[in-house]
Each structure stands twice: as C-alpha cells, then as structure tokens.
C-alpha cells in the first residue's frame, strides 16, 4: 500500500515540461478518441504500448510466487532430514544451498519486480496524462471556464497517480497473489485434508469479508478527492488573483475560507482513511485466528504421529504466508476502490465533449482573406435564448482590406473575434473566409490561417524563444531575429542577457504591457497568417513604444486582411472600413471615408465627440 503522501509528492516533483517530453515519443501511439473506458479498457489501452514491459513482470510475479511455495518445502526436507538420523551431512549442507539459491533468486525476483512494475507504471499513466492534458485541452471555453487550472491539475496528476498502481500491478498482484492462496491451500490439501479443510473454510471467510467492504469505501476516496481538487481550485483562483485581493484588504477572509476548505478536505480524507483501516484490521483479525489454528492442529497431529514436525512447520509457515496473499489481495483492492474514484472522474472527463467538431477539412487560400458575416446570431450559453449577444450581424470585408471595430464595452467585439477564431459556434446564420464555412477547414487549419492579438498577451515561464514560436523547435533563431528586428525589438533584445535563451516571467511580469504586444505581433509574424484579429489593449502606452506599435501594426497589416478592434483614433485611422458595434447589434457600417464624410453619420459623431472618452 502506497502511503497517499507519496502522491503528493510526485504531485510536486513532477517538472511542468514532462508532458512536452512525454509528446515527442507518445504522440502517435494512442488516438485522441477514446471510447467509454471501464476498467478493463483503460487497462489495455495503456498497457498496450507497453507490453513487453507487462510480460516481463508477469514472469518475474509468478516467478517469485513459485519460489514462496517451494522455500518451505525445502525448509520442511531439512527439517525431517535432521530429524532422521540416518541423515548424512552432506545432505543437509546441499538442501541448505538449495534453500540460499532459491530464496536469493525469491529477493531478486522481487526487486525486479518492483522496478519493472514502476516502469510501467510510470510509462502508461505518464502516456494518459498526456492524452487527458490534450483532450481537456482541446475542449470547448465553455467548459474551461467552469474548470479552474486547480481542479485539472487534481484530475491529471493526482487522480492519474492513484491510477499508477492500478496499471503496475493490480492485475499482477491480485492473480498472482490469488494463484500464491491457491497454490498453499493445495499444498495443505495434498498433506492432510484435515488441514486443508479448516484453512479453506477460514480462506473463505476472509475473503466474504473483503469483498463486503470493498464498495463501502469508494464513495468516500471520491469525496475526498473532490475535496482535494477544491483546495487546489481554491489556491490557483486565489493566487492569480493576489494583487486584486490585496489591494481591496481581503486578505483576512480570503485566509478564512482557505481554512474552511481544508478542513473540508482533512474531514473527507479522514473518513475514508477511517474505512480503509477497518478493511486492513479485518484482514490481520483473521490470520490472527488462523495461526492459532495452525499451531494447535499442528500440536494435535504432530503428538499424535500423523504428521512429521517438518510437516508441522510447513503448516505454521504457510499459515503466516497465507496473511500476506490476503493482505496484498484487500490493499489491491482498496487501490482499486481509490482508482475508482479516480477512474470515474477520469472517465467523465473523456466523456465531455467538445462541441466544437472539428471540420472535415478545407485548405484556406494563403494569402489575404475575404471575411464574411451573415446574419449571424450568438449567444454563450445555449440553453437561455434570451442571453443573445450578437444579433444578426452581417457584414463583408474584402481580401486586404482593414476594418475598424468600434463600439463600447460589452458590445460584442472580442466575441465577434472568437467567433472568427471558432472558440466559439454560432447559433445561427454563417461566417466565411474567402467563401468557406469555417466549419469546413480543421480546426489546426483554420487557426493557422488567422493571427490573433487578444487585449492581454500571455506570457509563458519560458524562454523567449519558445514564447514567440510556442515551443516550435523548427523555427530558426534567424528568422526570429530578423522579425524582432523588423518590429524595432533589437535593442530590447540587446537588453536580455542571454539573448532568445533568455527565461521570461509567467504572465509577463518582466516586460512592460507595450514590450508584450510587440511579442504578440512577433508572433503573427512567424505564423504569417493572411487575416488578422487584434483586440487593442485599452492601457496607455508611452509615446515610444507606441510609435513602435504603430509601425509594427503597419508591417503586420500589410498585405493582410485586418480586423482591429479599436480603442484609440489612431488605430480606426488605418481602416478602410468601419462597423460600430451597439448591444450585439451592427449600428452603422460602410468605407471609413465615406462616413466620414456623411455629418450625419454615427462614426462622424463618435469622431466629433471624441471617441476616446466615449470607447475607452
Ligand atoms: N465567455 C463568456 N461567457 C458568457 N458571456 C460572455 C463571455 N464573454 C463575454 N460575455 C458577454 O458578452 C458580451 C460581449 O462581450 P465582449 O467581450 O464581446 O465585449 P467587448 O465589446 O469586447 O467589450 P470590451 O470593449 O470591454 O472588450 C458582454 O455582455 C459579456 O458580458
Ligand atoms: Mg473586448
């Protein structure tokens, strides 16, 4: 039994890059889609990959299994051959070798084992890991959103851990250790059926017992694991949000709940633990009883001449052993019981969907797109109609031409673009690009033909290589160099002491808003994608660096079809075409100059009263 402090902390040693490690080689070997998954199936379909190192462990079990039942019939030979004494030395000093190369082989077959058997372990759950990541990763934001980082971290590390156990040994353990039951209880059979049968009958009982309480527990190890992945969900929400709680002072109650919610889960775990420790007393109550049987009936024959007394030690000694099958056997179990939580909440994550289905495919054209709206209704939430935010939107934007965004927060904007984007799918009406559905193209090919520039630009804790190419090896550093060059970002990069190997703060903590945006366009660049979505940072920028931005807007757009959500007339003065967005609906749109020129027009209103003090 693995003490749960262990998965902890391989929770914590586990290093973050381990699943980007574990993408090169696993990749390929298990399909995304995998169908409902009982116990059986996730067995064979992570071991699968495996299966060599799954035979090997199966020979170094039984291996070692074989060598227990046939140690103390060596022992029982020495014993009788002492006892006899027309018994030569010699004898005696082979059967003692014999006894030496068996049990040395036994020791060897065991830690083998243990190594195989981490082996594997390690291999299929590390194998699911990656799979699960994927899966969750490449599910809707509807469902992201209701999942805190926390809570997934629970579901892939920590329930796949649980599971460690499960893919090493379980089936290994409990067959074998059954065949290890059934092996002495023969043995005891072929020397005495008077022993025998006492020891089957206690076997049995045994055995009723474990199985009794094998359901008990498994509610209990679910809740305290969803009590544990509310402790995570509770710190990751707590700790992104740090600079807001503190500077509203509500440090103290933010502490408050954090006690609560431990202890909830001190509560959960405790009860379950509880259960488990009932199940493993039962077990070491009925060998108790089961030795006093041996010895006594041992006492009984051997007196009575039935039984030799190597015979007798046979019986005690099997006896002790037999403790050790049951209790392999009830700990197996209660693994199980735990994986089975785990198993579920795994299997309900596979369950979930995406909604969004990836398209059966279309090549995009590659340079400028055309962007169509038609009559396009949204809204986030499926079920409530009434919550509609974008409604029948229809516009057209030719190849290379740019559109300026506009209208107040909450309009719809940034949805409009995760629309684009396929984040999202619309309720009714069609978006197409360059004539075709995007639900035609994949998903992959879709998203590699739009560029996206969201209002906050995320930085990873990587180096500033992998954050511009998104860990895309096959970049050269040439090429990068060359577009932050391009974007006016040398000196900056003059300024970093180990130039692109240079490691950047998570959520750009090391770089100023402006810097960020700049890493953003570095980034478009390098995909070169033909249309291009940039949601403006609202902040203010230092004149500059917004110099810089503007001429990198302006290389980035060109020859590209551009969607720019505005906040500064700066940015509206580059569009050739201008929508005013108001409540999800299009309130004016049409050639920037013309309404420009139109007095009456909104855009001309906007203009005249200053649209910076009304959109930002
Ligand atoms: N993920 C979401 N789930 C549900 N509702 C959302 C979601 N994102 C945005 N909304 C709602 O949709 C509406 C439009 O939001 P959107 O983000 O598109 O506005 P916006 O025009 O980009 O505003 P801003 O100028 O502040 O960025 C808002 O009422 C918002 O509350
Ligand atoms: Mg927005």
Known sequence: MRPEVAFEVRLIAIPSVSLKQQNVNVKATISMDIPKLGYWGLLTTYIKPFRRLFYLLAILVLLNIGLQIANPLVVRFFIDSATDQSTTTQTLTYAAIAFLILATIQQLSAVSSVYVGENLAWSSTNLMRHDLAEHSYNLDMSFHKVKTPGEMIERLDTDISALANFFSAFVLRVTGNSLLLLGILVVMFYEDWRIGVPFTITVIITMILLTYFRNIAIPHWEKAHEASAEVFGFLEERLAGTEDIRSAGANEYVFQQFGDVLDFRAKKWKRAWLLNFLVIRSIFTMNAVMLIMAFGIGYYMFTNSLITL?????????????????????????DLQRAGGSILRVQQMYEIRSKIEDGPGAELP??????????????????????IILH???????????LGLLGRTGAGKTTISRLIYRLYDINAGAIRLSGIDVRQPTIDQLRGHVGMVTQDVQIFRATIRDNLTFF???????????????LGMTEWLDRQEEGLATMMESGGRSISAGEAQLLAFTRIFLQDPGLIIMDEASSRLDPATELLIEQAVDKLLRNRTGIIIAHRLKTVQRANKIMILEDGRVKEFGNRLALMADSKSHFSELLITGMEEVLV
Do not use: C, W
Request: no cysteine; aromatic share 8%.
């Open 392 to 402: 029948d939107v229809s516009f057209d934007l030719g190849a290379g031409e740019i």
């Open 310 to 334: 190597g015979t007798a030690y046979v019986m005690v000694h099997y006896t002790t052993m037999l403790g050790r099958p049951l209790r392999e056997i009830s700990n197996q179990i209660q």
């Open 366 to 387: 590659d340079d400028a797109l055309e962007v169509t709206f038609e009559n396009v209704t949204f809204s986030y939430d499926d079920e409530k109609d009434d919550d």
């Open 472 to 486: 895309n090896n096959s970049v050269p550093d040439d090429r990068i160099i060359e577009v932050l060059d391009d």
